[in-house]
């Protein structure tokens, strides 16, 4: 198996659907002649890629150490609140999807939080519902 090969093909995958669909993670097992249950596992390992879709704006937010130190519980409780979900679940309307994740590799300007690919440091629970409030 070459795994480089692999990661290109998933992040491929993810960019044309938004997530990995079982009928993709068929071909790449049958591809690479190894199970679907060891093709979940490559795809589980990275949090970059997911097996469901989510919504139109994903939330990350870090609760690391670093974070945490500097509030981050703060502005996960209050997403969550704002948004009516917990990590990993999507909004009923279908446009954010939450994640509170492990280190975001900004750990000196926390708390971090990510909306899909754009990076907001030192964000208060105010500001991040801003930033939530102004995803259209
Ligand atoms: S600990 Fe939050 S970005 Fe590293």
Same mark, same amino acid.
């Given at each position: 198996?070459? !795994? /480089?090969?692999? =990661? %290109?093909? $998933?992040?491929?995958?993810? &960019?044309?659907? /938004?997530?990995?669909?079982?009928?993709?993670? *068929?071909?790449?097992?049958? *591809?690479?002649? =190894?199970?679907? &249950?060891?093709?979940?596992?490559v795809?589980?390992?990275y949090?970059?890629f997911?097996? %469901?879709? &989510?919504g139109? #704006?994903l939330?990350?937010? +870090?609760?690391? $150490?670093? +974070?945490?130190l500097?509030?981050? !519980? !703060?502005?996960v409780?209050?997403v969550?609140?704002?948004?009516?979900?917990?990590?990993?679940?999507t909004?009923?309307?279908?446009?954010?999807t939450?994640?509170?994740?492990? @280190?975001?590799?900004?750990?000196?300007?926390?708390?971090v =939080?990510?909306?899909?690919?754009?990076? #907001? &440091?030192?964000?208060s629970?105010?500001?991040? $519902?801003?930033?939530?409030?102004? @995803?259209m």
């Amino acid at each position: 198996m070459n !795994d /480089g090969r692999m =990661m %290109e093909k $998933l992040h491929n995958i993810q &960019t044309t659907y /938004g997530y990995i669909p079982e009928n993709e993670i *068929e071909k790449l097992a049958d *591809e690479y002649a =190894m199970s679907k &249950t060891k093709v979940y596992g490559v795809i589980s390992f990275y949090s970059m890629f997911h097996t %469901e879709p &989510t919504g139109k #704006y994903l939330i990350r937010i +870090c609760n690391s $150490l670093s +974070c945490h130190l500097n509030r981050s !519980d !703060d502005v996960v409780t209050g997403v969550q609140e704002y948004l009516g979900v917990e990590s990993g679940e999507t909004t009923e309307d279908k446009k954010y999807t939450l994640e509170i994740v492990e @280190c975001l590799g900004h750990c000196g300007e926390g708390p971090v =939080m990510m909306v899909n690919d754009k990076i #907001y &440091t030192h964000v208060s629970k105010a500001a991040a $519902l801003k930033i939530l409030k102004e @995803c259209m």
